[in-house]
């Protein structure tokens, strides 16, 4: 049934009839004021109607369009599967009304029900994702639109009894329409009439709730009415409603509410209190940072089950992923410092993103990149015994050169032609690499310089839009550094270098160690930055030098011969470092963590360039560190690597051969190691590569009776992971294992997503294909992190005897998934199916597709090729001989 709605109450009625358009809020209704301008230039083309938001489309719109404000009213009904009835009124200026100006709207022309324009009834004029508002009805000055219509709902993202927006980059227009692009910034006024029991939450503040009804007829509804919110860009309006707990707190005098769905007592007890502190904490640091207080009207947060990402800045209403906040006693470091960076990488948007918002979204990285430098400084005062550089090492460098070293790399800045396409610019570069960047520009300049430099930007643009480009000349203002050649190599283009060196001199025991850099796709770029390395005698004398590398090459004087050199030592430095093999049994003697952490991210990457350090050689050394290495955040590292050398790069025979030592190695290493989180952190391994019967026996043991080895604690949702481990392998338990893990959970929205896994998982061969035929249907997608879990079972090791089939369906439901899929999903996808495959004729599937698109989608192109790499390597490093180009 479709409704019509009435809403009754304090705030008035809302009336949908006879193609007229009515709201309670007198802004809706107000008089047009003609106002009358300047004459204008001549006549310049209509920007072209097409799919999308173009940049030639956004910089038209820019050039005329000011003062934009929406009112939205939206009927939400009880039951999911009934459609989301809207009524909008857009106003704006307008400096010239001899074009027709298009609002972008992305859902069937069907949704539109009537239009309004400046009182005057109009046809509705709908195209290539486009509502398009004649000339001649159009006014110089001020203008009013007024629309009914059914909510797009591609990204309401409902479920059956929540939903909630996510509309970054252009999905605002997949709602309802809008000027999707950032540099038009407005404000929002909305209501929102939800089932009774639902909470809601949005941009701006509550105003007032009252009893409503949908339809004049159905009971039971609320109508919430939320202020006129800040001035904020298109993709940050946001709300959610639902059946949600709220928790009200005042935090140093300001006051927070956090939806959240979370039943578990313990998760409640243990994280409430942290997470509002972080938060507090968060927004402290950056109001001394900045010099700047708090730019908007008020900070909530909502807590979602299985969202999109790890979290989303929305003003005034910030979204996270539910299990992230939510720790329990199992918790490891590493989970801890996650959720205070995540907490701190939202909270600084506020600054830098949404006070100061990119012009276009192909300086998206400029609000990522200091979201995450922000958050490496918060947490690192924050959360006690934090090793800032430690955690900037491990964060951050494995995910940067996991896309550098590629044949799909991007730059951090990339060219934008068309919003519709933004969310592919989105990934580890922006991410990761870029943070490195910063902190290399931030030694270049100093600290105090750079802190001056970023708060008179955001001083300067603050409530506002900004580009790179203005930020470098605020920046560069402020150094002797020639900062447009530093930032031509670092920020426009992609890549990494690789050093050698050599070692001269000798007369007088005078000695001069040479680093050389070259690029490693083979250019002439060269990469200014500064790094340390460690030199140690045959006595055992140590020192550490800083290189500062501003040519190709460069030498340095050094006190001695050495034995032993560790480069890049305090992991300062980017690019693929010399590793010589006798540094793979030393490394855990090294005394620095951050010099440990950064030698076992340079011995991975030699491994992969080969041919001096093979796999074997390499996860044997590892063998021997694991009771060796006495800090939690290497030993994440360590063993991460280790598993993805067992499953990724050794051959199926040498996984036989190797596996039943390294499970040893791995129980062996747990007894002893004293520290809970590090034993848990080395049982998931061993839960991750046992191949042995006694090793899979052990493990149903554990998940049996509940009883977890040694001091581990193991939480529903890691013996929830064990089970789904036992299922992969087959294992003939007594009783199903996932079903009686199902009957374990209470929480509903975990017995959904384990009932969503359970297919990916089964047995039989023909349900797995049932499983995978569902994910080329759009609604088979809706819940991204549910399938990215899912096609990590589908298609691990175990499995890829059969799953190797479903290779070439995937790639060629690439295209749709971008277009139906939030931001991460179309990388996600490709890396959860690719991403554990080593054969040849995974390899032959991957290049025969590109090889038969060779005008494929370049973002696209680049991310299958991103994603493809490892695939590639295996090939090269399993199979003999060298692998075929990419």
């Not at 939800?194 to 105003?207: D, E, F, G, K, S």
């Not at 499970?663 to 191949?691: G, H, R, V």
């Not at 299922?727 to 969503?756: H, S």
Request: charge should be neutral; charged fraction near 20%.
């Amino acid at each position: 049934m479709t409704f019509r709605f009435r809403k009754y109450g304090r705030a008035g009625a809302v009336l949908l009839a006879l193609g007229a358009v009515a709201c309670h809020r007198a802004p809706m209704f107000s008089t047009p004021v003609t106002t009358t301008l300047q004459p204008t230039p001549p006549v310049e083309p209509d920007p072209p109607i097409t799919p999308g938001v173009s940049e030639v489309l956004a910089q038209a719109r820019r050039a005329t369009i000011s003062s934009v404000a929406y009112n939205l009213s939206f009927a939400i009904p009880a039951q999911k599967a009934e459609p989301i009835e809207v009524v909008e009124q857009v106003s704006f200026n307008l400096k010239d009304n001899r074009h027709p100006v298009q609002l972008d709207f992305k859902a069937p022309t069907e949704y539109l029900h009537r239009l309004t324009l400046n009182g005057q009834p109009l046809a509705i004029d709908h195209h290539d994702e486009h509502l398009v508002l004649p000339a001649a009805a159009l006014h110089l000055g001020h203008n009013v639109v007024k629309i009914g219509l059914r909510a797009g709902e591609l990204s309401l993202n409902r479920n059956p009894d929540y939903l909630y927006t996510l509309l970054v980059p252009d999905r605002a227009r997949t709602v309802f329409p809008v000027f999707d692009q950032p540099n038009l910034k407005a404000t929002f006024t909305l209501a929102l009439t939800v089932p009774r029991l639902w909470q809601a939450v949005a941009n701006a503040p509550l105003v007032d709730s009252t009893e409503s009804t949908l339809d004049g007829r159905v009971p039971g509804f609320k109508t919430y009415t939320f202020a006129t919110s800040d001035s904020i860009s298109t993709y940050l309006f946001s709300f959610a409603a639902g059946k949600f707990s709220r928790l009200d707190r005042t935090m140093n005098g300001r006051p927070m509410s956090f939806l959240h769905r979370e039943t578990d007592p313990a998760k409640l007890r243990l994280s409430l209190g942290p997470i509002f502190q972080l938060h507090a904490d968060a927004l402290a640091f950056m109001e001394q940072y900045t010099g700047l207080p708090y730019p908007f009207q008020k900070f909530d947060f909502v807590a979602i089950p299985d969202f999109q990402y790890g979290g989303m800045e929305h003003v005034g209403a910030i979204d996270y992923k539910a299990s992230t906040l939510f720790l329990d006693e199992g918790a490891t470091q590493d989970q801890v410092l996650a959720r205070s960076n995540l907490v701190s990488h939202e909270t600084a948007h506020m600054w830098f993103g949404d006070l100061v918002t990119m012009q276009w979204f192909n300086d998206v990285w400029m609000k990522e990149v200091f979201a995450n430098f922000m958050a490496d400084k918060i947490t690192q005062v924050t959360v006690k015994n934090s090793n800032y550089d430690l955690k900037f090492v491990i964060d951050h460098y494995p995910a940067a050169y996991g896309i550098d070293r590629t044949a799909g790399a991007n730059p951090i800045r990339q060219p934008l032609a068309n919003l519709q396409d933004a969310g592919s610019l989105y990934g580890n570069i922006i991410y990761h690499k870029a943070p490195i960047m910063m902190r290399q520009l931030e030694r270049l300049m100093g600290p105090e310089a750079f802190q001056a430099g970023l708060q008179e930007y955001l001083k300067t643009y603050a409530h506002g839009n900004a580009t790179w480009p203005d930020l470098i000349k605020i920046l560069d203002a402020r150094t002797p550094a020639d900062l447009q050649a530093w930032n031509q190599v670092w920020v426009n283009q992609p890549g990494r270098p690789v050093f050698t060196y050599r070692i001269s001199g000798g007369h007088d025991q005078r000695y001069g160690l040479y680093m050389t850099q070259t690029a490693e796709d083979g250019s002439d770029r060269l990469w200014p930055q500064e790094f340390e390395v460690l030199i140690e005698s045959a006595s055992g004398e140590q020192q550490q030098l800083s290189v500062k590398m501003d040519g190709k090459e460069k030498g340095i004087r050094i006190p001695f011969l050495p034995k032993r050199i560790v480069f890049n030592s305090t992991g300062l430095g980017y690019g693929v470092f010399p590793a010589a093999p006798e540094l793979l049994t030393t490394v855990p003697r090294l005394a620095n963590p951050v010099a440990r952490a950064a030698s076992y991210v340079n011995l991975y990457e030699n491994m992969l360039i080969g041919p001096e350090i093979t796999p074997l050689k390499l996860l044997t050394a590892y063998r021997q560190a694991l009771t060796l290495e006495p800090e939690e955040l290497n030993l994440k590292l360590l063993t991460g690597q280790a598993s993805a050398i067992f499953w990724q790069f050794l051959t199926p025979a040498q996984r036989l051969a190797v596996g039943p030592g390294l499970e040893k190695d791995l129980w062996a290493a747990l007894q002893k190691n004293p520290s809970p989180n590090s034993q848990k952190q080395l049982f998931k391994t061993y839960q991750s590569i046992a191949l042995t019967q006694p090793a899979q026996t052990r493990l149903y043991q554990i998940w049996q009776t509940q009883k977890a080895p040694a001091k581990v604690k193991l939480t529903e949702d890691d013996y929830t992971a064990l089970a789904l481990a036992l299922a992969v392998r087959d294992y003939a338990a007594p009783e199903p294992i996932l079903p009686a893990q199902l009957a374990r959970i209470t929480n509903a929205d975990r017995r959904q997503r384990l009932q969503f896994l359970m297919p990916a998982l089964s047995p039989d061969e023909a349900t797995r294909d049932a499983f995978f035929a569902s994910l080329k249907d759009k609604t088979g997608r809706a819940k991204e992190a549910w399938v990215t879990a899912a096609l990590g079972y589908l298609h691990h090791p175990l499995r890829q005897a059969t799953s190797e089939k479903y290779l070439p369906a995937s790639l060629d439901l690439l295209q749709e998934i971008q277009l139906t899929g939030d931001i991460f999903f179309p990388y996600s996808w490709l890396q959860a199916t690719l991403g554990s495959y080593q054969t040849a004729t995974a390899a032959a599937t991957v290049r025969s597709f590109l090889a038969a698109h060779p005008d494929y989608n370049p973002q696209l192109r680049a991310k299958l090729l991103q994603a493809s790499d490892d695939l590639f390597r295996a090939e090269k490093l399993v199979q003999s001989g060298p692998a075929k180009p990419f």
